[in-house]
């Protein structure tokens, strides 16, 4: 089930603007905007799982938007969760108004931003969460549940540490570290960004030449967060470094042959668009 609308409103999580920062400081929004709620943790709260229940609010150049996009694709749930792809307020106008309406009836007088990724209760009209590793634990963990049987096991237990540990070194490590990398008038923060960007690939590199997913030898969430990581990496980070930094990049030939190996299965090989649109199942 999903609703199509064209373009992106940018991702909820907002890195620091300044990427010479030690470290990205992940500024999610302050309360009344930050909304945590989680499905199946607390059923008196009325969020347990159920076919049909919720709706995904997605853009459609977001990172955090792709990984959950690919999540409900590897999951089988593109027929229980409904999907609405959101651009600007202008190109959009029903999209956006239809999550602003879910944001004022989560909080009374609700004036903050709206954003997405956004997981929305269809039966309250309330927002459950807009924190996107919640969002990917929840789909994983309990909405899963209701499919059928084949699906890979995305957040196994005993990964599930591994896991977040990975996305914290990507988000770090690789994409802020990239950022860092292509800072054009400080050189002493784009040296040190260099550094650190390709210190992780070279481990990761490691990692993939040792076995044929990020954790070992079956397909998670890990694998989800990596190849968007090194996506991004590519289309959009690697294009504003200098052609030396970005030869160093491009020299990891196991990432280069896990990112092509990956986009042949179909649910990392559709775009967004394609994967919310009309046609989709």
């Given at each position: ?24 400081r ?28 919720y709706?995904l ?180 980070h ?23 190996r ?20």
């Amino acid at each position: 089930m999903s609703e199509t609308f064209p373009l992106s409103s940018g991702p909820a999580a907002l890195l620091d603007p300044d990427p010479c920062s030690a470290r990205p400081r992940i500024a999610p929004p302050a309360s009344p905007h930050r909304f945590r709620s989680r499905i199946g943790v607390d059923l008196a709260g009325g969020f347990y799982p159920a076919p049909h229940r919720y709706r995904l609010y997605l853009s459609a150049h977001c990172p955090l938007a792709l990984r959950v996009s690919i999540t409900l694709e590897l999951l089988g749930l593109r027929d229980t969760v409904t999907t609405t792809l959101l651009g600007r307020p202008d190109e959009t106008p029903e999209a956006f108004a239809s999550l602003r309406g879910a944001y004022e009836a989560t909080w009374h007088h609700y004036s903050g931003p709206v954003d997405a990724p956004a997981l929305c209760d269809r039966w309250t009209g309330r927002v459950v969460s807009n924190h996107t590793p919640d969002i990917l634990r929840d789909l994983a963990g309990h909405l899963s549940d209701h499919v059928g049987a084949g699906r890979p096991r995305l957040r196994p237990a005993a990964l599930a540490a591994d896991i977040d540990a990975l996305r914290e070194l990507l988000d770090a490590d690789i994409t802020h570290a990239a950022r860092q990398a292509a800072a054009v008038n400080e050189a002493e923060c784009r040296d040190a960004g260099l550094k650190r960007l390709l210190t992780a690939l070279g481990r990761l590199d490691r990692r993939l030449a040792a076995a044929p997913y990020a954790l070992g030898d079956e397909l998670t969430a890990a694998d989800v967060d990596l190849w968007v990581a090194l996506v991004q990496l590519d289309t959009e980070h690697r294009l504003r470094l200098d052609p030396d930094a970005a030869d160093q990049v491009s020299r990891h030939a196991h990432l280069r042959a896990y990112v092509r190996r990956l986009h042949a299965h179909p649910a990392f090989h559709t775009t967004l668009p394609e994967a919310l649109g009309p046609d989709a199942p």
